[in-house]
């Protein structure tokens, strides 16, 4: 190659020889693009191993016969075959019988073939393809084949591409109808496939790229670049004329015109790969830049490359696909004069073609004589490209300011095709879903956000474990706060050197320095704290963790998760990184030991020993974030935020959890206590075992905090007594909201772990526990509301049948109001709760027989709410009754002189309401607008109280 010879004429270019669509044209072209064809087959194969190219080589046949014994065989009669003007040759055969030990009959050609061509497509071929270069191949088949046959074409492909990388072949397989192509139609977005992105574009790329394994050739090929917008016309008459049979050709159209809308969606789909090839990506991203400014009069690769071969300039190393590429963009930026750009072009062509020129070699091939003329000509001596090809041993700096460029430039081309397509008007043209994939993508990859984890990859295979890595605790500017930050030098006094990685955590600096390898050769690393009390048997502790529980590298992401939102699938605790609870037991050697050995409520001065917690989570988009929780509602803080996450997602299922504790006392009791309490979090709120309505409560020293969701959010309260937890579990809710609690949960009241556990749905819950002459009443209604009372106990009958009576009638007074009137009938439930030891024993107590026992006077009150917002009450005892409009303050008076004179012994014993009616108006007030059993209980309870009371005073 000619480094200093002229570009390839950008031109349109017309028909060879003066005769038009002629005999001769067709012949000509068809010579010298086999010509070039098969030269760029010959350097594919120069590039591979022996065993490799025999592979390669047996792919044709393999999908152009059936054969049990060969690879991809599928056992279907449906099964397409047959590749147009296939003729495998006898040295092939003979390859194919030596690989499956297995005869084969001589002849191969088929009456009806279902597949026209197959084409190989991309670097293959070319300088920039490396040993770890991939084949991507398009299989193009009959456009009248069923969706059946199709998909049994589909699993050839991929048992074909599983064989082939028994031969550390990476082979990708795409399916294609030439016809169906030329309309628009394409597959869908995938790791390999740019889906709807682009489609023009796409088919430059062929075009220039492409080389025919068997099969018809392309119709473009015959196409002069000054007919390109005549495509179709050009080709029917070249077919009508008897120059060529349109059965010899794979039509996917021609590339005249570009649209507008393609260009914001190849940008995507090229940042997106810059992921993971940003080298590649940046060359393909200039050369878009390049069209735009052009547009809409592009001169694209493929023109560009038909003209030489129009022309008979066919020496492969000028034809060559990225040296033309290269070429193209060298020549733009020297006319813009952006020289710093045109050296970043450099750096990315020569890692991507990935040939370490300093380096000498025995064998000299062809790739290495063209990049050496390459970089001779660029003017790179040999400490620059020393320099490169030891980029294994870059130190951080240099790989930070390497991904600083490349994003950099990612960025500019991004906002140029933005700025381009408003310019011109133009939407995108990729499918909403491909969008919506595309897009994830790139959030998982570019967004940053607090806690999240950025990978400094470059897409080079760089060891930064040589780095001698530091960590120094210091003040931040913002008052009051402090910074973790890693450095690889000492910082002594010189306070102007930038940290390599800051953030407000201790674990969040150590886990980024993980996971970007730079831990990847140490066991310890020298700290400097300023507030914390860390020592170097922690740090040793938790590089340990991070290794165990996030080993580098992370696994692969599945293409498939980024269908679907991410997904939590790990997350791991680390807590009391730097503070220890007991540093005064620490310090003098001591360990506490108690029989109170709940970690969050230790001892008898009722510690908590939960300080902080850094909580890692890692997402199925490879995402990984770190959230810090630190001093005050450290546990409630960090429960509430995972909980949160887990329930916006769509799945059910939760993630791996592992929690991680180097306190010098009590680490592992410590991390099973916290492990136990976000297990039971989790399965409490977003399992999917209970409703979603559930609440969940844990205890924390003397107080208590209960997690409740409102608003699709849950939040949680802490309570700072037992009383004050009581009267909360006695408030209103909208539905069923069931109490569900830690496993070691502790109070004085020990009925209500017992009592909590037996409620359940469509169900009233009554514990009653008796206490010499008085009974104590623990009830819970249809939507979890507490109701507690205590009242005189004479005999299980009298103190069961008023009140499941009364609860009977209730709900029947509630179904005849509500919307749901046939829903199924509420069970109740009643336990006899007995103190034995520190636990309560609860024994079911049958109701049946009970609701009819015992008589009892008829006692039914009305309650409305007055214009002046006083309780106004009508009873009426048996048929008399009585209102507090008329009688005021005296109404009790009345109706316990009453009561006592239809009693024919007289006795003063307690009476009960039998029913309840709330007005209207009163339930409207109430904090969700309708009533449920704890307000008639509560009502009925007040009532009783001033009737038997008024009573006692008669």
């Known amino acids: 190659m000619d480094t200093n010879s002229p570009q390839i004429d950008q031109k349109p270019i017309g028909y060879i020889g003066n005769q038009g669509a002629s005999a001769n044209h067709i012949k000509e072209v068809r010579e010298r693009f086999l010509v070039v064809n098969e030269g760029r087959l010959r350097r594919l194969k120069d590039g591979l191993q022996i065993k490799q190219q025999q592979c390669f080589e047996l792919l044709p046949l393999v999908f152009h016969v059936n054969h049990r014994s060969l690879p991809g065989f599928i056992d279907s009669e449906e099964m397409p075959k047959g590749i147009a003007f296939y003729q495998p040759s006898d040295a092939l055969i003979r390859t194919a019988q030596s690989i499956t030990r297995q005869e084969f009959g001589s002849q191969y050609s088929m009456p009806l073939p279902e597949l026209s061509a197959m084409y190989l497509m991309g670097s293959s071929g070319s300088i920039g393809q490396s040993t770890g270069s991939d084949l991507d191949i398009w299989i193009c088949y009959d456009s009248k084949l069923s969706p059946y046959k199709i998909s049994l074409l589909t699993q050839k492909c991929e048992s074909v591409t599983q064989w082939a990388s028994s031969f550390n072949l990476e082979v990708h397989f795409f399916l294609m109808n030439a016809h169906r192509f030329q309309g628009g139609e394409q597959q869908s977005l995938t790791g390999e496939n740019c889906g709807s992105t682009s489609h023009t574009l796409l088919l430059d790329e062929f075009y220039r790229t492409a080389q025919l394994m068997a099969g018809c050739l392309p119709a473009w090929w015959f196409v002069p670049t000054k007919e390109e917008h005549n495509h179709p016309v050009v080709i029917e008459e070249m077919v009508q004329n008897g120059h060529i049979r349109e059965s010899e050709l794979t039509d996917f159209g021609g590339i005249s015109e570009l649209d507008a809308g393609e260009f914001i969606g190849a940008g995507l789909w090229q940042i997106y790969k810059a992921i993971d090839s940003p080298y590649k990506s940046v060359l393909k991203l200039i050369l878009l830049e390049i069209y735009a400014r052009e547009f809409p009069k592009v001169t694209s690769l493929a023109h560009s490359y038909k003209n030489a071969v129009y022309r008979m300039q066919l020496s492969l190393d000028n034809l060559d696909p990225y040296v033309m590429l290269y070429q193209r963009i060298e020549s733009y930026l020297l006319d813009r004069n952006e020289l ?316 791996l959890l592992n929690v991680v504790c180097h306190n010098e006392t009590r680490p592992q009791a410590i991390s099973k206590r916290v492990k136990d309490l976000f297990d039971d979090a989790l399965e409490s709120l977003c399992s999917g075992k209970h409703p979603k309505s559930s609440r969940f409560l844990f205890n924390e020293s003397e107080h208590f905090l209960l997690f409740q969701i409102a608003n699709k959010v849950v939040n949680y309260r802490r309570l700072l007594s037992e009383q004050e937890l009581v009267g909360h579990l006695g408030e209103e809710q909208l539905d069923y909201n069931p109490i569900l609690i830690d496993r070691q949960f502790e109070s004085s009241s020990n009925w209500l772990t017992p009592l909590f556990k037996l409620d359940t749905e469509n169900c009233i819950s009554v514990g009653f526990e008796r206490r010499g002459k008085n009974v104590l009443i623990r009830l819970i209604d249809e939507k979890g509301s507490l109701v507690f009372f205590k009242t005189e106990f004479f005999n299980i009958a009298t103190l069961i049948s008023p009140l499941v009576r009364f609860l009977k009638i209730t709900e029947h007074r509630q179904r005849s109001i509500e919307e749901d009137s046939f829903s199924v009938q509420r069970n109740i439930q009643c336990f006899e709760f007995t103190a034995d030891k520190n636990k309560y024993l609860a024994k079911r107590t049958p109701i049946k027989g009970l609701v009819n026992k015992g008589h009892f006077i008829s006692i039914q009150v009305t309650m409305d709410l007055g214009s002046n917002g006083v309780d106004e009450y009508t009873i009426a005892c048996n048929d008399k009754e009585f209102s507090s409009n008329i009688l005021g303050k005296s109404l009790f008076t009345a109706v316990a002189s009453y009561i006592l004179g239809i009693r024919s012994s007289g006795q003063r014993y307690p009476a009960y309401i039998t029913d309840i009616a709330l007005s209207d108006n009163y339930v409207a007030q109430l904090p969700f607008g309708s009533a449920q059993t704890k307000h008639y209980l509560e009502t009925k309870l007040k009532l009783e109280r001033k009737i038997n009371h008024a009573m006692t005073l008669l």
């Open 340 to 655: 710093a750009r045109l050296e970043l072009l450099r750096r990315c062509f020569y890692f991507k073609v990935g040939i370490n020129v300093s380096k000498p070699t025995r064998t000299r091939t062809w790739r290495r004589e063209l990049m050496e003329l390459l970089v001779q000509s660029w003017g790179w001596d040999k400490n620059t490209t020393r320099y490169l090809d030891n980029h294994r041993e870059w130190s951080i700096e240099d790989v930070i300011q390497e991904r600083r460029l490349l994003i950099s430039e990612l960025t500019r081309s991004y906002r140029f095709l933005t700025e381009f397509a408003a310019e011109h008007h133009s939407a995108h043209i990729m499918s909403q879903r491909d969008l919506l994939i595309l897009s994830r993508k790139l959030h998982a990859a570019f967004d940053r956000r607090p806690g999240k984890i950025d990978f400094i990859k470059i897409g080079l295979d760089i060891d930064l474990s040589h780095e001698k890595i530091r960590l120094y605790e210091r003040e931040s500017k913002q008052k009051g706060t402090v910074l973790w930050a890693a450095y690889n030098q000492p910082l002594d006094d010189d306070d102007a050197l930038s940290p390599l990685k800051y953030s407000q955590g201790l674990l969040e600096t150590l886990l980024w320095c993980h996971l970007n390898g730079l831990l990847s050769a140490h066991l310890h690393i020298p700290i400097q704290p300023l507030k914390e009390k860390i020592g170097d048997f922690e740090i040793r502790m938790t590089i340990a963790s991070l290794r165990q529980h996030l080993p580098t590298p992370l696994p692969k992401i599945d293409p498939n998760s980024f269908y679907h939102p991410a997904q939590l699938t790990q997350v791991v605790l680390f807590i009391n990184l730097g503070r220890d609870p007991l540093a005064y037991l620490s310090a003098k050697g001591l360990q506490k030991i108690s029989e109170r050995s709940n970690s969050m409520d230790f001892s008898a001065r009722r510690e908590n020993l939960i300080l902080s917690i850094d909580m890692v989570l890692v997402n199925s988009w490879g995402e990984v974030v770190v959230e810090r929780y630190a001093d005050e509602d450290v546990t409630a803080k960090a429960i509430c935020s995972l909980v949160n996450k887990l329930n916006k997602q769509r799945s059910m299922s939760l993630p």
